[in-house]
């Protein structure tokens, strides 16, 4: 325990950090919140100790390369975002069949509320879909020593292990005991069993029932976990993940008395554990963050023992499925439960006059985004379509917003092509469909909708807008840095094909407009909107930074400028005339070259500063 | 001893830095602390909060009405605060407004704004993080003059002594250590906690 120290460390790192802990070699994922700091990390500080770790292009190739080597033999993790999950699917059905010969952690990273999603699903029910056991941490140090934990039991088992996280696990910072990487366990090399690895149906069909007799055995094996009983009486409160700070906070601090039992592992329930806990309990009580995945297993196990006890949770309404749990909710629910008094309620709100207007997130200053975004709602209203404005996950998302509300839709990675040539057929051809997709997106899942559309001939004008990096999640970088976009659509075969600088105001315009014509003669028209994003641009260039200024007497507070591209640095003053704040400026140039009466000018040298940009 | 510390602010103002810090230094001195931060999407120029918690603590949230003290580290986003308040609370507001952008509804004046939170809560503090980190050279110093105020305000000296914030500083901010050390001390000018 020498080389151990205690740091204050965010959950997705201890989360890496068990991994590197655990011996692990080969680690992959996809960025997305709330995963993103796991593989970040592993990239940060896992490679100088020999571990392989990759962004990899999007969720199904990271799992099957981090599979591949628990074929092999190596152990290995790969992490993304609940959602990213279901893009990992078809392999994760797979790897329940063939098992595994190295340690296989999988990490979902659940978004309770949504904080930056668009579900809110509950990934412990892929557990129970596809055989495989969900442990489940409540906190940055319980993340850390479950995530060893997962690694040494999907060993033992030669099975995959799923570690289920959420925001207030990943995206909290706690202490954690911190100590020395273990040497990475690679395999020394692949041993063929295409009995095993290769699920043609006459094996698979032998594999399942052995999952099935295996995962009898996971059943029995989970009971050997140390799962945490804190006893305190003859109410019972099961718990799993964060719901068990929560409780236990509720039992020290708020009068709740109840013994609590928290599993790690929500699928497959301990049996014997829980069988034993609810033998001295008079009354069950279930809290947990997401669905009523414990909740109907319990039920179900009860029923099955011939057990009659009241078990309340979800189904009585007691605690929310939507959004996350918090302290209030929870003592909301145990109040109702257990018929005590919610001392939370007791205290004196604080009443004040005035509600603030909303701030949702919006574009940076200088985010070339909002450049693309002005530019196609300009070229596509000369042209005299009304496109319908299928959009993408990205930070472009923000096109949802004013002043430009162009994100019609947006459902998935990927869907901005997928629903656009729905919505065409759909309208018989009817509507004009613009796709936008960033860059990361575009190699995500953009690819076979792109080449889909022009196999089967479905006009489109599609935008990608290329900044260089996977932005929203924090600027990792993606395939865009290697592989060109724009050689990419021309060789698929796409009608119009052309890159563009969207701080190039008039040139982009024209472009775009070319591009509307093709479409309107039944083509698919490509445009890469290429230029990085801004809060990369000033970290990796920051001496180059050029501002502008608004000349007050050249200014004619028209509002052009702040209404049309919405940029935060730009301020309407009292008089309706603009003002810059000089701290948030980056020079993009854009509100200069849309100003009517050249009031806005540089302090410095833009075209060094621009160029310097774009060799992002 | 248990202290729930409430930030609140807008994405990019340095909430998380402000956070890692204080935490940082707390966990330095020996007490357990958590922190629950926002990532991601809602983290560009929207509404962020940061939940502190210090002490004798399990779970990452602080419960609505139960903040000792918020950070408002813009004055619009102290108003969105006020659910995690109680009548005890202690408000440190920093005088600054960042108009949401592309918003109809008319703002009031910040002096007019200051007034309404001025009538409605107790223990009200108004610091000038803004206009000290600008004679620091750079608004981005805000968050460390705001940290001084706090520390100030709240007396944190009796539980972190000032060394260990100093030290804390070192260890987690990347740039500028000692301009945001000096930000730090502007900060304490604003409480009478000794330091």
């Not at chain 1, 509950?122 to 934990?149: C, T």
């Not at chain 1, 180059?544 to 007050?552: I, K, P, S």
């Not at chain 2, 813009?74 to 609370?89: C, G, H, K, M, Q």
Request: with cysteine.
């Amino acid at each position: 325990m020498s080389d151990c120290t205690v740091r204050l460390m965010l959950g997705n790192h201890a989360i890496a950090h068990g991994a590197l802990e655990a011996g692990v070699a080969v680690a992959t994922g996809y960025p997305g919140t709330p995963s993103s700091e796991i593989i970040e990390y592993l990239i940060d500080y896992g490679r100088e100790f020999g571990v392989y770790a990759e962004w990899s292009s999007n969720e199904k190739v990271a799992f099957e390369i981090a599979y591949g080597a628990a074929l092999a033999g190596a152990r290995s993790i790969t992490a993304m975002k609940h959602v990213g999950l279901n893009v990992a699917m078809d392999p994760l059905m797979s790897s329940a069949y063939t098992g595994v010969r190295g340690g296989f952690v999988i990490v979902t990273a659940d978004d309770p509320n949504m904080w930056s999603s668009q579900n809110e699903q509950d990934n412990r029910w892929v557990g129970l879909h596809a055989y495989i056991p969900v442990f489940e941490p409540y906190d940055p140090q319980s993340a850390k020593d479950f995530v060893k934990m997962a690694i040494e039991f999907s060993e033992k088992h030669s099975h995959p292990v799923i570690l289920r996280s959420v925001t207030r696990v990943s995206h909290v910072r706690g202490p954690v005991t911190v100590c020395q990487p273990a040497k990475p366990r690679y395999a020394e090399g692949y041993v063929k069993d295409p009995k095993r690895h290769a699920l043609i149906p006459a094996n698979a069909r032998a594999l399942k029932e052995e999952l099935i007799k295996r995962w009898g055995i996971i059943e029995r094996s989970v009971d050997e976990l140390p799962h945490m009983y804190v006893e305190g009486g003859r109410n019972l409160i099961i718990t799993s993940g964060v719901a068990f700070t929560y409780t236990l906070e509720a039992v020290k601090n708020y009068g709740v008395r109840a013994s609590i039992l928290n599993v790690v592992t929500p699928v497959p329930l301990p049996r014997k554990t829980i069988l034993n806990a609810v033998s001295n309990a008079d009354r069950v009580v279930v809290v947990e963050e997401g669905d009523p995945v414990v909740e109907q297993q319990l039920k179900a196990l009860l029923y099955d023992e011939g057990i009659r006890v009241p078990v309340l949770g979800k189904a009585e309404n007691l605690f929310n499925r939507v959004g996350e749990l918090t302290i209030n909710s929870v003592m909301d629910g145990l109040s109702k439960a257990l018929n005590i008094v919610n001392p939370l309620l007791s205290k004196n709100p604080v009443k004040i006059d005035y509600t603030p207007p909303p701030r949702p997130p919006v574009f940076c200053p200088g985010c070339p985004h909002a450049a693309s975004f002005y530019e196609l709602k300009i070229s596509t209203a000369k042209a005299g379509v009304k496109p319908i404005f299928s959009g993408d996950i990205g930070c472009y998302s923000l096109g949802i917003n004013n002043p430009f509300n162009e994100q019609d839709l947006l459902t998935n990675m990927g869907s901005s092509l997928g629903l656009g040539m729905g919505i065409y057929h759909g309208t018989h051809g009817g509507e004009f469909v613009v796709a936008i997709i960033g860059d990361s997106t575009f190699f995500h899942a953009g690819l076979p909708a792109l080449v889909n559309a022009v196999y089967n001939k479905t006009p489109m004008l599609v935008v990608v807008l290329d900044n260089r990096v996977t932005a929203m999640t924090g600027g990792q970088p993606n395939p865009t840095s290697k592989v060109d976009i724009g050689s990419v659509a021309k060789a698929l075969g796409a009608d119009y094909v052309s890159t563009v600088d969207p701080f190039d105001v008039k040139k982009a315009q024209e472009v775009i407009s070319e591009a509307i014509n093709v479409v309107r003669r039944g083509g698919v028209a490509v445009v890469v909107m290429k230029r990085g994003c801004a809060l990369e641009a000033t970290r990796l260039f920051r001496g180059y930074v050029v501002r502008y200024y608004v000349d007050e007497n050249a200014c004619k507070a028209c509002g052009i400028c702040y209404n049309l591209i919405a940029c935060p640095a730009l301020i309407p003053l009292e008089n309706r005339k603009a003002w810059i704040d000089p701290y948030m400026c980056v020079g993009c140039s854009v509100c200069a070259q849309v100003c009517p009466y050249n009031a806005i000018r540089p302090e410095g040298n833009v075209k060094e500063w621009l160029s310097k940009w774009a060799e992002m | 001893m248990r202290l729930n510390i409430y930030l609140a602010g807008v994405g990019g103002q340095g909430l998380i830095t402000f956070a890692t810090v204080l935490g940082d230094a707390a966990l330095r001195t020996g007490y357990k602390v958590l922190i629950a931060e926002t990532h991601g999407l809602s983290q560009r120029g929207g509404s962020v909060d940061v939940h502190v918690r210090i002490g004798d603590v399990d779970a990452p949230l602080i419960p609505r009405g139960g903040a000792d003290v918020i950070v408002a580290f813009e004055i619009l986003e102290a108003f969105r605060a006020v659910s995690y308040a109680n009548e005890d609370t202690v408000f440190i507001v920093n005088r600054r407004l960042i108009r949401p952008p592309a918003t109809r509804q008319r703002i009031p004046r910040i002096e007019e704004l200051e007034g309404i939170l001025r009538n409605s809560i107790k223990n009200m503090h108004f610091i000038n993080a803004y206009e000290d980190a600008v004679k620091l050279g750079n608004a981005i110093y805000e968050n460390m003059v705001m940290l001084g105020a706090l520390y100030s305000i709240m007396n944190l000296g009796q539980y972190i002594p000032r060394s260990i914030i100093e030290e804390a500083i070192k260890a987690n901010v990347r740039r500028d250590v000692d301009k945001n050390i000096k930000a730090f001390a502007l900060g304490l000018k604003y409480g009478s906690g000794t330091a």
